[in-house]
Structures are given as C-alpha cells and as structure tokens.
C-alpha cells in the first residue's frame, strides 16, 4: 500500500514549565469533519541573535473527531525510549482520558509547529529533552481541550461550568449526573474561544502521571504490525544497497560492474564520485550483486591515516593550554602551594552507534516531487537536505516519519537521507537504500576520540584545594549547529566537565578543538558526559585513594552544596551495601553525575578474572529526576543505558588503519551479549522537582563506576577506555 500520510498507532487497549508559561498561549478551530483541533504555541528558547528571525505558529497536539476518537501528533519520536508512552501520559492527564483511548500519530515536518523549545526550536529528539521539553506545554494543552469540552456541555445544559467534571472521555453534570462523550461535545468545543489560562491538575490528584504505565508501542512491535523504516513497502519498489570509499574523504576511482549486471535480480548499477550502489529487485541480488562488482577507490588525503596519529595529534594539542570555560579561583597558586599534588592523563576511543536497525531510507524522486520514508531524529532537517539534494522546492519534498530501531544519536544525522536521494535520482521507481551492517559500522559518524590532562592539588587532610582539567577533541555542535560553537568552545563537548557537583574552591576546564581528519563525528548517546563524566568520577577516585579516603566517603564530604547529588550518593551505597566484604577478585566502584537535569550514582560490582577478564555481575543505580512520569520506563531506560555504557567500558573501541576502520560486524565491534547482562537495580527518589531527562545519564554514569570497581577488585588504575584485558591478568 501507498503511505501518503504519517502512520497511525492504535493506543494499547488490547523542560521544566519554568519560565515557560507565561508565554504560552493557545489556539484552537475547527478541524475537517467538525471535530475539535488544539493548537499550541510553543517559545522557541533561541540564542538572541536568533530569536527575531523565529515566527511563532500553531502547532497542532490533539485532534478528536465527532465519533470520539482522540488522535495525539507526536512531536518526538519513539526509538524505542517509551516517548510514545511518556508524553501522551501528559496529555492525557490534563485532558482526562485512559491512555487505552488515544491513536497516536507521527508529526510531519514543520518546526514551526512541532520545534523542540529546548533545542531552540528545532524539530528533534535528542538531549534526553523530551519529557522536560514537554511537561509544561502537553499538559496545558491537554488542560485547554478539557477546559473547552467541559465550556461546551455546561453551555449545552445551561449550567455553571464548575458543577461539571472531565472523567474517562466524558463530561459529567454533578448534579444530574448527565453525560456527554468527547466526540458527542468535539463540534461544539471547537467554536468556542480559548481560555487565557488554563488550570493544571495538583500533582496530588495526578491519576496516570508518577503510575507504572504499559508502552503502547509493545503490542505493534510483540505481533509485528509495527511499521519501522526499514520496513516500508511500496509498489513496484526496488531494493539498494551500497559500497562507499573505504577512506573518507575518497573517491571512486574506475569500476567493472559487468558482473555484476549478470546476477540475476541485479536491475540497475548507480555511480556517485564517492560510492556505488545496486540496485535489485530484493536485498539477497542486491547484495550479491555488490560482492561482484570490481572497483578501484582513490583514497584521497587519509590514505594513511591511523589512531596511533590522532592519539599523538590530540595529545600533543593538550600541552598547551586552550580556551577556558570555566575558571574559578587561581587554580596555578593552589596547586603550587597544595600539600599533595596528583596528575593523570586518560583518553576515550571512537565509538560506533551500531543500532539495531542498520541505516535506511526509501525515497521516490519524480519531476513534480520526491517522497521519503524514514525513520529520523530531526525529521525537517530531513526534509531540507532532501530538497537540496533533489533540485526540488521545500514544499514539494514529503517526509513520513517511522518508528526506529535504535536511534543514539545516529539518526539526528540526515547523511543516509541525502545519500538515498542521490542514489533514487537516477532509478526511476521508488527505491529502498539498506545498508549493510559493515557499511553501517565502518561509515558511521562517531563518537569523537578525547585526550585529557588532569591535575589537582590536596590539602593536608588530603580534600582538594585546586581542579585542573583540559582537553582536546572534536566539536559536533561546530558542524551540526555552527552559532553555537562561540570563542572556542562547545556547550555540549563540555557538559559534565563544567559543573561538577563538588566544591571546588579553585577550578580550570580547558578545551582545545581539535579535528581528527577525514573523521566524521556526531552525537553518541550521553554526549559529552559519556567522556567527561569517566574522566571526572574516574580522577575523583584517584583523589580518594590519594587521600587513603573511602571513594563514598569522600563524594559525600565534597556534596553538602548538592544535597540532591548527596542524596542519590548515600542511596546507592546503602541499597548495594558499600563496605559488606566481597568475594576474592571482586570490587565495587561508584561514580555521581549531575547532568540532563537529572541526579545520578550508580554502584557496580565487578570480577576480574585471572585471565584479565571482566564480568559486571551487579549495578546499583539511585536516580532523582524529578517527578517520576512513568517509573516502569524509567527503569528500563537505566537498564538500557547501563548496558549500553557496559558495552562501551568492556569493548567498545573504533580504530583506523591505512585510513580505514578496522571494525566491519558484530563480531569486530563486539556488544555486550544477553549471558553478559548484570543484574541492575533502580531506586528511583520521589521528588516535587520538574523532571529531567532519562534517556542518557545511565550511560555517562556506568563506565567510571565499573573503572573503579576494577580498580578496587585489582589495584590497577584504568585510564582509558575499553577495558585493557592484558592489563588485568594476574601475575
């Protein structure tokens, strides 16, 4: 079947608000067929310079047509984080119906309309931003909806609006007990005026917000009518797959496809300066076809480049010092004149986003149009990249989001999307660009590569008087967002690196730019923090040790100005039994983060073996994001986070040689296996406090705690990542 409109998701039957909302306001009309159509303006929190140029339109949340059915358009997408859960919870709270209730739907591109206001107004899902992008303005929007249904039905029976309730989809009379379903009220509701204000629920009377709810995107995904990117269906649609130079910044040099052309299924060979892709009638030709093809790359400028030079090239930068982004104190003097000084070097390797689903889009270029289905991040930056890529005006470029299969950062890229336009270009039916796994690894845009300096200085009761951190690396925010890259520094290179949640009466953070070449990088789930936050918590431990401290002890003697960070510290070394003994060959490390808006400690527990290998047989996790919107996902996003971050400490490591990556499949860029799974417990703090974000911190948070606890099980301090087997082994 055609998809010429974003996919509906049957509803399972079978930012802070703060400073926000004096500036909403709502808008609602009459939607086709009589129903009621809320719109919502969102402020769009841009740097200044910016802000003038950003028109404020509505931007349409719930739809509930004359039957009754409630369609909620998502503004954020699911890639398998429990969003199409989380936010229609907000929704639906205010408005008063069950989440068994609603559809819900994929937002087109419009930032006008579904721009992200802590992104500054871009249409993206990233940042662990959602929940707190959308508990003030969900609400209220669904607040407004059930303002104006209950206006209706108490203007219907001639009675103070106030004597009426919203329950289940209904409006209620108190006193005569009369009913009136939303679908009965939607044409009425909708002639009405918005209210100025709106009033939001008291947390105490919250009925589905703080409850365990169950996703309503399992059922789909469990009997398999969940509709992914990669698999759309169209009529008469070809199936690609590609090989690209094998060196960024290479080219095409010759190619003999004509064996290629003899596979039987092989339909057409399309050639791009840099790649070549086959296109076939199903993937098995498209793939054979690829393995017979005879080409020739030029491998450009990174001929010979390898990570023994970037390592070199980033550490070199490191000696000298960089723009500062935070500066406290006179950190030289205290150090100069502390009674102990301690200095460590560590650095972090690329990292790969290897999602489940490999990259894809299928797209269908015409004279009059292209239309593109896919599963993205940043759906109308899709859109333009597409149009640029096309020829094509913006408004004849047609993007229809789908659910993803693991996103981290990958998909708030749009190269797959511009690459499949090349390629459907030249092929006349709608085509369908996989890439292989290797393709996906070894052309994936990764995880920058750090080098990192720290220095500290102790006083005599060996606490620190002095913080001293510089580091160089590659900038994401340069190429993806350029105004935010300012003097030098990047806000998201050194989140976690700035604010620490220790008193430190003097304190240095440097950061050099520094662009590996021909390496492309991006965001990689926890961002910043999944290298700052090892470098801090991992050189915090070695204060403590310098100290002949207890690390908890320690942490906590450094946390009386973040009693939420304290808080969660003390939480998790109760609930793992910090100092209860430990089997020989075993440790615990802990570690503390106060990033995303949220406060987290994590407590791991670990064995090395006398082959130097290791096993994370526990974590312990204590989390205080504010109010708890759905504690079930909030759990299974630290679980998911953690195991992600496990594979990250234990294995994950991209390298270079002769300017290519050495990693191609799962085997090569080993992830950790089901049998490797620790047990992982959540203890989730009740808090009043407006949420903060969940996607991310478990990650940032895991890979300092297992460093530590290795070191605590061997004495052996671990100052880069992946895990060094060799020198764990015993003897």
Known sequence: MMFDRPDTLNGSATVSDRGLSRRHFLQAGAAAGGGLLLGLHLPFAVPDARAASHKFAPNAFIRIDTEGKIILTMPYVEMGQGT???VPMLIAEELEVELSQVQLEHAPPDESRYGNPALGGLQATGGSTTIRAAWGPMRQAGAAARTMLIAAAAKRWGVDPLSCRAERGEVIDAATDRRATYGDLAADAALLSVPNDVKLKRREDFKLIGTPAKRLDTPAKVNGTAVFGIDVRLPDIKIATLAQSPVFGGKLKTLDDTAAKAVKGVRQIVKLDDAVAVVADHMGAAKKGLAALVIEWDDGPNAKLSTADILSQLEEATRSAGPVAKNV???DKAIEGAATKVEATYHVPFLAHATME???????VREDGCDIWVGTQIIARAQAVAAKV???PLEKVNVYNHLIGGGFGRRLEVDGVARAVEIAKQVKSPVKVVWTREEDIQHDMYRPFFFDRMSAGLDKDGMPVAWNHRFAGSSILKRWAPPLFANGLDPETVDGAVEPPYAFPNMRVEYLNVEPPGIPTAFWRSVGPSHNIFVVETFMDELAHAA????VEYRLALLDEQPRAKAVVALAAEKAGWGSPLAQGMGRGISVQTVFGSYMAQVAEVEVAKDGTVKVHRVVCA???????????????VQSAVNFGITAALYGEVTLKDGRVEQSNFDTYQLMRMNEVPTIEVHIVQSGESPGGMGEPGTSAIVPAVGNAIFAATGKRLRKMP???SMLKAG
Request: aromatic share 2%.
């Open 84 to 86: 199409y859960t989380s």
């Open 329 to 331: 104190g006179d950190v």
């Open 358 to 364: 490999p990259m894809n889009c299928t797209v269908h």
């Open 390 to 392: 096309s020829g094509l």
């Open 548 to 551: 002949k401290k207890d690390p």
């Open 623 to 637: 989390v205080d994001c504010g109010i708890a919107i759905n504690p079930d996902t909030i759990q299974a996003q």
């Open 723 to 725: 895990v060094d087997t």
